[in-house]
């Protein structure tokens, strides 16, 4: 699903993982040992099995947008009250997945890409935010929610780009449904997803984080994908490709600061809500093979099937 759904294109994805596995081909027999076999076939490397078994049958899961300790506890509580639950589904990763999570903003050049930034420069400038994205998490304690799972016997697994491709491909067809004159007009028809409904109830649902009612949307680009947020300096490109307004989950201080200056309208859609997107499609999907799904830790669950 989440191949299919791939902003680059499901073609794209297939070239980028049989360049990878040139490149692991060619690698000395001490690199090998080093490398994560798993991305020669899964091209989203904050998308992991954290711990458990592989092939136990998963009848009932828990699953929220974070899971931390706290959640491996909840799950343990649950069960010790006879809840027969046999999966922890987090969309946020840890544990090497987090680490691993600057990896899968590599995506997003093409995405810029084909929004009109030269792709060379897209590159570029992708480079040097993965370099900050990887500083950044590097000395965080990443096994903490996977210690904690070990403990408990948890099974615990994130699945973070293939949710929010999912969650994607949903905003760009849902927005592209329409012809938008202001970016007032582009935040009411956001604000009529079941999911952004709930958030707003609960005072974080979608508003304008840059521009005005009457603002001219222009040309609109959806950022609901790719790891996390890019520089500034990228941004600041898309006002040199012609983008009017961007609908994003969140968007750094900084750079909401320069896309006001660059005139970009921003509809920020919140972040949880936004999330949980993506994970309601791929959760009905499970809910069609009979797996049973208890929603907790953010997720607002809306069913889109019946």
């Not at 544990?95 to 093409?110: F, T």
């Not at 509809?267 to 797996?291: P, Q, W, Y």
Request: aromatic share 6%; with cysteine.
């Amino acid at each position: 699903m989440a191949k299919k759904a791939d902003p680059r294109g499901p073609k794209e994805v297939e070239d980028e993982l049989a360049r990878l596995k040139k490149h692991y081909a060619e690698l000395s027999g001490k690199k090998k040992q080093f490398f994560d076999k798993e991305s020669l076939t899964n091209p989203y490397s904050d998308s992991r099995i954290l711990f458990g078994n592989p092939q136990i049958t998963v009848k009932t899961l828990l699953a929220g947008i974070d899971a931390d300790a706290s959640e491996v506890l909840l799950m343990d509580r649950l069960r010790e009250k006879g809840e027969k639950i046999d999966l922890l589904l987090a969309h946020h990763p840890s544990g090497h997945a987090l680490a691993g999570l600057y990896e899968v903003m590599e995506m997003q050049a093409e995405m810029f890409a084909q929004a009109g930034v030269p792709i060379n420069l897209a590159h570029a400038l992708l480079q040097e935010r993965m370099g900050q994205v990887h500083r950044k998490i590097s000395p965080g304690n990443h096994g903490q929610a996977i210690d904690a799972a070990r403990l408990l016997n948890v099974p615990l697994m994130s699945l973070h780009t293939v949710w929010d491709n999912l969650g994607n491909q949903f905003m760009q067809d849902y927005l592209a449904k329409k012809t938008f004159h202001t970016a007032d007009e582009v935040l009411d028809y956001v604000n009529e997803i079941p999911e952004f409904i709930e958030s707003t109830k609960g005072k974080a649902g979608p508003f304008l984080a840059s521009g005005s009612e009457n603002s001219r949307a222009g040309k609109i680009i959806v950022g609901f994908t790719g790891g996390t947020s890019v520089s500034k300096e990228l941004y600041a490109e898309l006002a040199r490709a012609g983008v009017g307004t961007l609908v994003e989950m969140h968007v750094p201080e900084e750079t909401l600061t320069e896309l006001k200056k660059l005139h970009i309208n921003v509809v920020d859609t919140g972040h949880m809500a936004a999330d949980s997107i993506g994970a309601n499609i791929f959760l009905d999907e499970l809910e069609k093979r009979g797996i049973k799904v208890i929603p907790c830790s953010g997720l607002i669950r809306v069913r889109r099937t019946k």
